[in-house]
């Protein structure tokens, strides 16, 4: 693959990225720690209706938060991959993948 097109998806992945991390960022607090995401809880009141919706919430947020680590972690290692020259080739096969999967 060429400069042009390598740049042209490395720039596509960034703005992804970019985006990704927006949207943690609104469900979820990195932890300096680990480095993981983990989902924001509110603090329970004494309402058991608003325990409710808060549990309902925090879980909402927990898959939301998973889904958009996992696609993250995606997006890194594709990253990874423009730099150490593989990207656009199968991992398992070898084979080059077509561009309109890219």
Known sequence: MDTDKLNYFKEKLEIKKQHILDELNTVALKNQVTGEFEPKYSDISDDSDDN????INFERDLYVEDSL????KQIERALERIKDGTYGIDINSGIPIPEERL
């Open 52 to 55: 409710l919706q808060e549990r």
């Open 69 to 72: 680590e996992n696609s993250l």
